[in-house]
């Protein structure tokens, strides 16, 4: 499984976008790049997946470069309860064991 | 959109006594996991569970907890003989499909707490 590395912390306020970068310049040909929210005593919620290029959905848009050995997170015009961590999570589909590997992931506080 | 559940929210227990977490995943999942999380630590993955085996375990997962599914809505860990260390957050989840990367679709925990 690829290593990822993201920001420890971001600040941001109200109706700001937010970027939020992770790098993982071993990612495999077959590996995905996912995004997961935690709330403070929440589980992990899935918010996007990709693959190469642009995915975008109701919550966020993932930036995917052609070397995919980078990835970005964006958050439209976030609002306080944005405020949590980012975990960036690659790895292949379908891998037997099925088990994410998270790391230390990335705090977003979002201030009025 | 559907939800796994879990119970209790909260565990007190003291040291050596047993406990068993319980959840209900999502009614059409096929694979089950738990993951926990030591207070200010990362999530961690303990074990995945499919067609009533473990399909694969961290080493957090020794012989003190087990797995199972009892009936054909419950997912159970169980930790025998609980320690201080195994005090954290105690996330169940399930999917569809058994993928590193696949979606997981996690519940609100089991905060245990082990005196």
């Known amino acids: 499984l690829a290593k990822t590395t993201q920001p420890i912390s971001m600040d941001s306020y109200e109706g700001q976008e937010v970027n939020i970068t992770c790098s993982h310049n071993?990612?495999?040909?077959?590996?995905?790049i996912t995004w997961y929210q935690q709330f403070p005593s929440q589980g992990p919620r899935f918010i996007i997946q990709g693959y190469k290029t642009k995915v975008t959905n109701e919550v966020a848009s993932l930036f995917i470069p052609a070397d995919r050995k980078s990835s970005t997170l964006s958050l439209p015009r976030v609002s306080l309860s944005d405020t949590a961590v980012y975990y960036c999570l690659v790895g292949p589909l379908r891998n037997q064991g099925g088990k994410l590997i998270f790391g230390q992931g990335t705090e977003l506080s979002v201030k009025p | 959109e559907p939800e796994v559940t879990q119970t209790p929210s909260h565990q007190v227990t003291q040291m050596g006594q047993e406990v068993i977490l319980r959840c209900v995943p999502i009614s059409n999942h096929l694979y089950f996991y738990w993951y926990r999380q030591i207070l200010g630590q990362k999530v961690e993955f303990l074990v995945s569970?499919?067609?009533?085996?473990?399909?694969?375990k961290s080493e957090i997962f020794d012989d003190q907890f087990s797995v199972e599914r009892p009936d054909g809505s419950n997912f159970t860990l169980k930790i025998r003989s609980t320690k201080l260390e195994d005090s954290a957050m105690y996330f169940c989840a399930s999917s569809e499909v058994q993928a590193t990367n696949e979606k997981l679709f996690f519940g609100s925990g089991t905060q245990l707490s082990v005196l």
């Open positions: 569970f499919y067609n009533n085996e473990i399909s694969e």
């Open positions: 071993n990612i495999a040909t077959n590996d995905y």
